[in-house]
């Protein structure tokens, strides 16, 4: 199961690296994404036999979640309130897993999450460093020509 993700993987980045249109690229990543995440930790079908697993529902609803915490808050404090609720997601994940999959051992969706939030994370300080105030915007923001001049 682990190979034939991996393999699909490399295949895919490697046919999307040849689509040049951006706009074309990011839907297909995303649905190519999502496919290979459902066929690694499932489409919730354990939810139906009363296992309560959810499959790769929490992983995505983690990334929209991030984006509208990103959206709504103010750019200054916006890092804050990503970290701290991606790591109470990220803790009620875990929590779970211990109470109905104790002493499992194998991939789960707990992996991806860990590793989203470090990427989420470093998106919402990005974001925040990137702020500058409308006065300093003519002077402070350069263009490519400006930034190798010598």
């Known amino acids: 199961m682990y190979l034939v993700s ?10 999307l ?3 040049q249109n951006a706009s074309v690229r990011k839907p297909i990543s995303l649905f190519i994404g999502l496919l290979i995440q459902m066929y ?8 139906i036999q009363k296992k309560l ?13 991030s984006y509208f915490v990103l959206v709504l808050f103010p750019r200054k404090q916006s890092h804050y309130i990503v970290f701290i609720v991606n790591a109470a997601l990220l803790s009620g994940a875990h929590i779970h897993k211990m109470i109905y999959y104790d002493g499992f051992w194998g991939a789960d969706i707990t992996a991806v999450m860990m590793v989203n939030l ?7 300080i990005n974001y925040r460093d990137g702020a500058v105030p409308e006065e300093k915007r003519g002077t402070e923001l350069k263009t490519s020509k400006d930034f190798f001049k010598c």
């Open 40 to 47: 690694m930790y499932g489409k919730g079908k354990q939810l």
């Open 118 to 124: 470090c990427k989420i994370s470093a998106i919402a």
């Open 17 to 19: 690296n040849s689509i």
């Open 53 to 65: 697993s959810l499959g790769f529902i929490p992983s995505s609803s983690y990334v929209v979640i």
């Open 6 to 15: 991996f393999i699909v993987a490399i295949i895919s980045g490697w046919a």
